[in-house]
């Protein structure tokens, strides 16, 4: 043998197909000893291939430094020369009935990127601490991206006991303060273990130096984890990677992420909300064509018509589909070097859907050491923040709390990624009902009055004015003052406001986001149907989503004027007319506007009436000139 | 599903992923068992057909078993086979070691490939579990045009999502192998009934248990004469399933210098 041999570790797996395979990964703060765990668990179980002691033995001596187990893991050159992990590594393993993966991740601060790499594999995960040093900051970090990665099977193995004289009293000391920082963010700790990586102490055994434990060893603690239960009896999604059409068959590939479908299931595919039927499951070499399949499986299916999809497109059953947005909320890790910035464009990728989509608010950007939020203008690298996104086009999602893997999304740029983060929808509503068209058999029918008479008559052209601002801004009080100024002036007008539509068209309506949605689509469209009969139609809703407006917008044509009643949310939580924001600011009252949910500012309104700093007169008789220049018809 | 299912719904999705991200795509076919189970994945993926070119780097000193099994294969499975020959060793660093110099070869020959941006993704059958540099490999990994892989800063993968785009004159590898081990290569193939080189069976004693070059590889002792023996073998034995590849073990970084200037 050579004398100077490279490490390799091959070998080390076996019985693959017989019992289950946990993927655990070892992750904590720089030099708290995670490779030498692995090392020891090899030596310590008996499974080290021949010849690997003396390998390294050997690439020790030749270091002139003591025995390093870490040597086992760190397999590149620079790894062992600079004596830091830089990449992740796996190595398989055995133990009783069950396969292990055991993932190593760098603790460096310099190689997160390679950590979240390492950990997003894994089932469960073992957070080691040193018993010396404690809790550091990326104990913390690494189980916070823990949490967000999905892990949820965790332990904590403190280490380097024997540093510490095996004292009781510092390893409960770590134990409190650290479970108690995972408690803080969702995180229950399987077990803690002291142990000495390098001694050998509740590795694989039990220690007889440290008699005040009695639990398990990390061994052992590892044939506890449970494997995360495959998300068959969720909601089917089946995300479209690509349609082939290789001979007279037009297949649709993809991997059921969760769920199971039949062949004679209806399928809707979002966003487009094309329907069709499953007429086969294709497969090629396995027999009998399959008649059902579910999560987990890569499959080809076939569909009674032809309809157009393509790749990216998520195919569930019709009741219970993704949610459909343009807007949502984003939990966020930022690995990149240069900072994410609000008001900037991103690549965004939702399984394997591509598109753009543009940080629209930074929420709160979290201290991972205090567990506070504190507010920013940019996120840097390795933090972690909540943001606001909005896509170019409508997506299909889930909020990640329901269903993590279509949940979750990366951000990029060009070819590098920058970001994951999972999704939640907040306040935001669930836009497919406002875009789903039930009925396919419509007709226009052409109108024996044209809209040119009826101006004719009205003497003025029809309007769509669209009031959105926050609540106290003025919206109503300025729309029932214009109605009246412009009724007397001879105009046909009608204010829409909560009042005269939440009795009685929208009665049905409640105030979850969906429904508040909703009740915005149909003002919407009632306003343009009496803009289409002539009138003058002024709408007051707070609106604070830019997605109804552009809705209503759509309904409402060229008539459609936004007009941003603008004050601060200081000026009118002073007004508070109906002492809504004090009921707000007391919890009685959740997702208000302005206080607990978001307000979207107009982007490109038609007409700003600033009623922070102006009488009620001045801004009405702006609002009149603004009407008379674009509506009346003056030419008899 | 069991543990063979898993393997393969997740290689398949890997392929297809490839297949609509990387254009032109094509498959290192090395004609050894673990490329073969590439190339039978694909055929479930893309339902029997292989959509790509299937690329062999051709040294001239493959056992004549190999190119047998070759040329058999390629006209039943209906394959586009792309042969290159590679570079001869006197082109190849005089620094290296010389086995290491003959495996170089390879390099060069997909560094011909690859010349003129004729490809954008290579699929490539390596495996975490044969070789701790290939432990740290990404599923896609991206090569600058030399093909030289920049390990000390490989960009983050999670949640499979793969890194898809690359920057002009750079490629893809993507390894659809990645997740599985020696013992899942040799069940699969049982499962699914892939023909076995004759080479890997034992004849007097010795039998090949990974295929390379014949004046770099060398034949293991062993009995295993069946696939059942084979897996038994495996799963008992503690020495690496490289230890015939002669190059790797030259020098403590040969094979890390082999693969960070391009090796597969």
């Not at chain 1, 009741?319 to 459909?324: G, K, T, V």
């Not at chain 2, 579990?129 to 990994?141: G, I, N, Y």
């Not at chain 2, 290569?185 to 014949?214: C, V």
């Amino acid at each position: 043998m050579p004398n100077d041999t490279a490490i390799q570790m091959n070998e080390l797996r076996a019985g693959t197909t017989s019992g289950d395979l946990m993927r655990v990964v070892i992750v904590g703060h720089v030099d708290h000893g995670k490779s030498t765990l692995v090392g020891r668990m090899f030596h310590d179980t008996g499974q080290l291939p021949d010849g690997k002691l003396e390998a390294i033995q050997e690439m020790c001596r030749r270091r002139g430094m003591p025995f390093e187990w870490a040597f086992l893991m760190d397999s590149l050159k620079a790894e062992r020369d600079q004596g830091v992990t830089i990449d992740t590594s796996q190595i398989w393993f055995r133990h009783n009935a069950r396969q292990y993966v055991i993932i190593d991740a760098p603790g460096h601060r310099e190689f997160i990127r390679n950590m979240v790499t390492g950990a997003s594999n894994a089932d469960a995960a073992m957070l080691m601490i040193d018993a010396d040093q404690g809790v550091r900051r990326q104990s913390r970090h690494h189980s916070y991206l823990l949490q967000l990665l999905g892990v949820r099977e965790v332990a904590v193995a403190v280490n380097k006991m024997d540093l510490v004289d095996y004292d009781e009293a510092r390893f409960r000391q770590i134990e409190t303060e650290y479970k108690s920082y995972l408690e803080g963010i969702g995180i229950q700790a399987r077990r803690v273990i002291p142990i000495s990586a390098r001694e050998g102490d509740n590795v694989a055994t039990a220690s007889d130096r440290m008699s005040w434990y009695d639990g398990p060893s990390v061994i052992e603690t590892m044939a506890e984890f449970e494997l995360p239960e495959s998300p068959v009896d969720r909601p089917l999604r089946l995300p479209l990677q690509d349609v082939y059409k290789f001979d007279d068959r037009r297949i649709l590939a993809g991997r059921i992420e969760s769920g199971r479908l039949h062949v004679g299931d209806e399928l809707v595919f979002s966003p487009s909300n094309r329907t069709a039927r499953i007429a086969s499951i294709e497969s090629w070499n396995t027999g009998e064509p399959a008649t059902t399949a579910s999560a987990e499986q890569s499959v080809g299916i076939t569909l009674d018509e032809q309809i157009f999809v393509e790749r990216g497109e998520v195919a569930s059953h019709v009741s219970d589909a993704p949610i459909e947005t343009d807007v949502f909320h984003l939990r966020l890790f930022w690995l990149a070097d240069t900072p994410l910035e609000v008001g900037k464009t991103y690549g965004l990728k939702i399984g394997p859907r591509h598109l753009n989509a543009t940080i629209e608010r930074i929420e709160r950007v979290i201290d991972v050491e205090a567990l506070s939020d504190h507010e920013a203008t940019k996120v840097s690298r390795d933090e972690i923040a909540e943001v606001v996104v909005r896509t170019n086009q409508l997506v299909a999602i889930d909020n990640h709390d329901n269903l993590p893997r279509t949940g979750r999304v990366i951000v990029y740029d060009r070819h590098i990624t920058l970001a994951g983060g999972i999704v939640s929808m907040g306040s935001y509503p669930d836009q497919r009902e406002q875009i789903t068209i039930r009925s396919s058999n419509l007709t226009e029918v052409d109108h024996g009055v044209d809209n040119t008479r009826r101006a004719a008559r009205n003497r003025h052209q029809p309007g769509v004015l669209w009031f959105t601002g926050l609540s106290g801004a003025g919206k109503s009080t300025l729309a029932m003052a214009l109605e009246h100024r412009l009724f007397d002036e001879g105009y046909q007008v009608y204010v829409l406001d909560g009042d005269n539509v939440r009795t009685g068209l929208n009665a049905n309506l409640g105030f979850s986001p969906e429904d508040r949605a909703e009740n915005i689509r149909r003002v919407g469209e009632v306003a343009a149907l009496l803009s289409d009969a002539g009138l003058i139609v002024i709408t007051a809703f707070i609106s604070p989503y830019r997605a109804d407006r552009d809705r209503a917008r759509e309904a409402g044509g060229d008539s459609f004027r936004e007009i941003y009643i603008k004050a601060d949310v200081a000026t009118c939580e002073s007004r508070d007319p109906k002492g809504l924001y004090k009921r707000a600011r007391a919890g009685e009252i959740q997702e208000f506007t302005g206080i607990s949910a978001p307000y979207e500012e107009p982007t490109d309104p038609e007409l700003i009436v600033d009623t922070s700093d102006k009488d009620i007169e001045s801004c009405l008789d702006e609002l009149v000139a603004y009407v008379k220049a674009n509506f009346a018809v003056t030419a008899k | 599903m069991d543990r063979l299912d898993r393997l393969e719904a997740q290689s398949v999705y890997i392929l297809r992923e490839a297949y609509a991200a990387a254009s032109p795509l094509a498959a290192l076919w090395s004609i050894g068992k673990d490329s073969n189970v590439v190339i039978w994945l694909a055929r479930k993926a893309f339902f029997g057909r292989v959509p790509f070119p299937v690329v062999q780097l051709d040294t001239g000193m493959e056992l004549d078993e190999v190119y047998a099994y070759r040329d058999q294969y390629t006209k039943e499975w209906d394959l586009d086979l792309v042969v290159i020959d590679c570079p001869p060793e006197s082109e190849m660093d005089p620094d290296l070691p010389p086995m290491t110099r003959s495996a170089a070869r390879k390099s060069a020959g997909l560094a011909k490939l690859l010349d003129g941006d004729a490809y954008k993704g290579i699929i490539v059958g390596i495996r975490r579990d044969e070789e701790a540099t290939r432990a740290k490999e990404r599923v896609f990994s991206p090569r600058a045009l030399s093909g030289a892989w920049e390990f000390r800063d490989q960009p983050p993968e999670f949640w499979d999502q793969y890194t898809t785009d690359t920057p002009e004159g750079a490629h893809l590898r993507i390894h659809p192998l990645l997740h599985w081990t020696e013992v899942d290569i040799w069940h699969y193939s049982q499962r699914e009934n892939i023909p076995i080189n004759p080479l890997y069976f034992a004849q007097e004693g010795k039998r090949y248990r990974s295929l390379g070059e014949k004046n770099i590889t060398a034949p293991i002792d062993s009995n295993a004469a069946t696939i059942d023996e084979i897996i038994t073998e495996l799963e008992t034995t503690r020495s690496p399933e490289r230890a015939g590849r002669l190059m790797d073990t030259e020098a403590e970084d040969s094979f890390e210098r082999l693969r960070t200037s391009g090796y597969m």
